[in-house]
């Protein structure tokens, strides 16, 4: 059964766990974003209270 013979398929998964694993780290990391994202204020602000006129 050709399924079974590892010899044509081997080296293709190899090398391809060989990208995966030492050169797209890199790549990924080096990535830039056009926005950086910024930091939530940790402090919780205190509603105001409403004027309501009509009462």
């Known amino acids: 059964m ?3 013979n ?3 398929w081997f080296m293709t998964f190899l090398f391809a766990w060989v990208f995966f694993l030492l050169l ?3 790549k ?3 990535y830039l ?3 950086h994202p910024t930091t ?3 402090q919780k602000s205190k509603p ?3 004027n ?3 009462i």
Request: charged share 10%.
């Open 28 to 30: 990924v990391m080096s």
């Open 40 to 42: 939530k204020n940790t």
């Open 52 to 54: 309501w006129p009509w």
């Open 2 to 4: 050709p399924q079974l």
């Open 48 to 50: 105001t209270p409403w």
């Open 6 to 8: 590892p010899n044509p």
């Open 33 to 35: 974003f056009n926005n």
């Open 24 to 26: 797209m780290p890199d």
